[in-house]
């Protein structure tokens, strides 16, 4: 069993807090992703778990034994960089063969596994070449191969698409997915890409400024934002935010008028909704100029000033409107998500 557990975990460095008090239950076999804006904390809690960091406090578990006086090397963890790290000296069979030579596996096994990590990520073509001769995506499936031929307990992964080109990132992507399914080794997975930590993770970990703010399914953390942050940072675009005051279950900002909310106290509030939830009409409950229009492919985004904030609102393909021109959209009260207006906390 290699769980993973992170118990009241802190960084600090003098009185700046880089990580707080994380308590974290990463079950064995999970694909969980930190995700979060720059500067959150989500390498810093990586470099923890991987013991090139010290914890300030609190107590790290991988397989129910604490860990954190161990050295990184006796932790059994690999780590794949967004920077391939790769020897350039040696071949790509040499590099992938590098971690058995150093953790003195016997020598005998060494060809097979190699073959196997790296037929695994399709680098068979590849083996005597060395990292320069390489392309970036392939230069990162050495790094994976690299990471699988030790199969370690636990993977750690700190950005590794970062470096690709965008096609590239959806391929190798896939290969990750991919490589979890067939080995189900727990990994950890670190992007502040929403798209990436949606489409990977079993779980999703949402990071900011050191503190965690929600844990769930990408299907939780997309349906039941857990505040403010959380709906701003998850959904392409951002759900979008309005500050506006609730009297008498209506919801009310500049050109926003939503009424049927019921139970909800009287006084500031911040309503959320996602643009593929509200629908062009005639007349609805927002009613406000364009100001930007986008085609989208499949689809077209409008954008309109209302609540002083742009709202995006999804339309059909063919749906035209010049800038400056006013428009409706249905925003039934059932498709919103209330914010506490002061704390950001979601209250329904
Ligand atoms: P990015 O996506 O940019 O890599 P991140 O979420 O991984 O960001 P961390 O690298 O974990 O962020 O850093 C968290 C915070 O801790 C940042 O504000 C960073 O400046 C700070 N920090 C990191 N290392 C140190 C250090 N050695 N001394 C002081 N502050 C540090």
């Known amino acids: 069993m290699a769980d993973i557990q992170l118990q009241n975990l802190s960084k600090r460095w003098g009185t700046f807090v880089g990580v707080q008090t994380m308590n974290l239950h990463i079950a064995d076999g999970e694909f969980l992703v930190l995700l979060g804006p720059s500067g959150c904390g ?45 020897y350039p000296t040696m071949t790509v069979y040499e590099n992938i063969r590098f971690p058995l030579k150093v953790r003195g596996i016997p020598q005998s096994e060494h060809h097979e596994r190699v073959m196997r990590a790296s037929a695994t990520v399709e680098l068979d073509d590849f083996l005597q070449r060395k990292p320069a001769a390489l392309s970036g995506g392939q230069r990162q499936r050495v790094a994976l ?12 992964m700190d950005e590794p698409l970062s470096n690709l080109d965008a096609k590239l990132r959806v391929s190798t992507r896939a290969q990750i997915k991919n490589l979890h399914h067939e080995l189900k080794t727990t990994t950890i997975y670190v992007t502040h890409d929403q798209i990436e930590a949606m489409t990977l993770a079993d779980r999703v970990v949402v990071m900011n400024k050191g503190a965690v703010q929600q844990v769930g399914t990408p299907l939780d953390i997309y349906d039941r934002p857990a505040n403010t942050f959380v709906a ?22 500049d050109r926003v008028r939503i009424p049927g909310f019921t139970g909800i106290a ?64 249905h925003v039934p009260a059932d498709i919103c998500h209330l914010f506490d207006a002061a704390t950001g906390q979601r209250i329904e």
């Open 266 to 329: 009287d006084g500031p509030v911040t309503l959320g909704f996602r643009a593929e939830d509200a629908r062009i009409a005639e007349s609805g409950e927002i009613a406000a100029p364009v100001y930007s229009m986008e085609l989208l492919g499949d689809a077209s985004m409008a954008t309109v000033q209302a609540g002083g904030a742009l709202v995006a609102i999804k339309a059909a393909k063919d749906f035209m409107a010049q800038i400056g021109q006013p428009i409706a959209a």
């Open 42 to 86: 989500k390498t810093t809690t990586m470099r923890m778990i991987a013991g090139l960091e010290d914890a300030t406090e609190g107590d790290i578990l991988i397989g129910g034994a604490r860990v954190n006086d161990l050295e990184p090397k006796d932790r059994d963890i690999a780590m794949v960089f967004q920077s391939y790290g790769l």
């Open 145 to 156: 191969a690299r990471a699988i031929v030790r199969k370690p307990k636990v993977f750690l």
């Open 232 to 253: 701003g940072f998850i959904g392409s675009p951002a759900m979008n935010l309005i500050e506006g005051r609730m009297t008498g279950g209506v919801f009310e900002a």
